[in-house]
């Protein structure tokens, strides 16, 4: 089992910046997948950004590319999303997810709203 623990939400201008974070209760370095999705309401989930085993570098989602990036700190078993130049379209609970050989397990969701 892993517990993850996301942080960093909230209420932001367009324009502005946030940073999320996202805990694991163990080591990343145990996991092959490692990514960030979204749901905005009334819309299907979507990925946002991932890093996996079987690819080169972190995977972005169109609309994420030169505003978000995706982090990670080993020795502290957190992965992070910087987002940068939020809009309103990107209001939306942002969760995180991981993967090992067992199973996939998610955050509990983080809630993003860009409003003025």
């Known amino acids: 089992q892993v517990q993850l623990v996301e942080s960093g939400g909230g209420l932001v201008q367009p324009g502005g910046s946030l940073r999320l974070s996202c805990a694991a209760s163990r080591s990343i370095f145990s996991f092959n997948h490692m990514g960030w999705y979204r749901q905005a309401p009334g819309k299907e989930r979507e990925l946002v950004a991932r890093i996996t085993s079987t690819i080169t570098g972190t995977q972005y989602a169109s609309f994420a590319k030169g505003r978000f990036t995706l982090s990670r700190d080993s020795a502290n078993n957190t992965m992070y999303l910087r987002m940068n130049s939020l809009k309103p379209e990107d209001t939306a609970v942002y969760s995180c997810?991981?993967?090992?050989?067992?199973?996939?397990?998610w955050g509990q969701g983080t809630q993003v709203t860009v409003s003025s």
């Open positions: 997810m991981v993967r090992d050989q067992v199973s996939d397990y």
